[in-house]
């Protein structure tokens, strides 16, 4: 008998879960549907030890989720509607997978709590539990949101390339190490599709980068390869990172995406290989 690898057990686990599948809706509080997966298990096929990956050298790494419909009951039986911005610091264990975090919020739904205050100690103790790391948790009025913004830097997406590779390729990216900059180039068009629901997720993308000059079109090209690229948002964003990191060479990276809503959250991972702190942007298809 072959025994299998720690990646090989965790990937059957999530195959095996209900993730992909029908689920029924639960509208009272459970905090046993959330599904953690690790986040080193995609590294570890790769042979690499995610804890001396370059951002993690920072504390500023960090997936913001936000979400759209919260809702709970006060002791009176009203319901309660916030928006809710959750913080995960990337030197987490796990992630937590999308869809189980989605039902997991809904179990709130005709559940009573004598306060706000009450629900967001309760989310951020499952929260923080299941993934291993404080996760901060805000609520926010629906009518405190803030206004749509937009990346600064040149948006790449009017370059004139011919693209044929829609997974990923590291060596599609070049750099011009005869000319040094700073700059902040970002695109609208990254596509990949969930692991476990085969959905596409879209995003927007930021590379901000000190170093020799990053190609434009090498670089749309790379992000375009995500396009039939199944992953889920954090390895996605971490996998970019590292590509431009150790291919193009910059003495300093940031490299911030901004997933489009599913389910009513959004995904978006900030790594840096410099102390910074992630703006959570609200981007026009957000």
């Excluded at 008998?1 to 090989?8: C, G, P, V």
């Excluded at 009450?118 to 996760?135: K, N, R, T, W």
């Excluded at 206004?147 to 390339?161: A, H, L, R, S």
Aim: charge should be negative.
């Amino acid at each position: 008998m072959i025994d299998k690898t720690h990646a090989e057990q965790e990937q059957e686990k999530l195959d095996s879960s209900p993730l992909g599948n029908h689920t029924a809706y639960v509208n009272r509080y459970d905090a046993s549907l959330l599904f953690p997966i690790e986040r080193a298990v995609n590294w570890q096929k790769r042979s690499i030890d995610r804890r001396e990956l370059p951002f993690l050298q920072q504390a500023g790494a960090v997936d913001i989720w936000n979400g759209y419909e919260i809702s709970w009951l006060n002791l009176k039986g009203k319901p309660i509607v916030r928006v809710a911005q959750f913080r995960f610091s990337a030197h987490s264990s796990h992630i937590i997978e999308s869809k189980s975090f989605k039902l997991y919020l809904n179990s709130y739904n005709l559940s009573e709590f004598s306060s706000e205050r009450a629900v967001i100690e309760q989310m951020q103790q499952d929260l923080s539990s299941a993934s291993g790391e404080l996760c901060e948790v805000t609520f926010y009025h629906l009518d405190q949101l803030p206004p749509v913004q937009q990346f600064k830097g040149e948006c790449i997406d009017d370059c004139d390339v011919q693209i044929t590779q829609y997974n990923p390729d590291v060596n599609l990216l070049a750099a011009d190490g005869s000319i040094q900059v700073t700059e902040q180039l970002y695109s609208h068009i990254l596509k990949s599709n969930c692991p476990v629901t085969g959905q596409p997720d879209w995003a927007s993308i930021s590379v901000a980068y000190k170093g020799a000059k990053i190609s434009q079109a090498a670089l749309l090209r790379y992000l375009v390869s995500y396009r039939e690229h199944g992953d889920f948002h954090e390895q996605c964003v971490e996998n970019i990172f590292m590509d431009v990191w150790q291919q193009c060479k910059p003495e300093e990276l940031t490299v911030y995406a901004r997933y489009i809503r599913r389910g009513g959250l959004d995904i978006n991972p900030f790594r840096s290989s410099v102390a910074a702190q992630a703006e959570n942007l609200r981007l026009s298809r957000q």
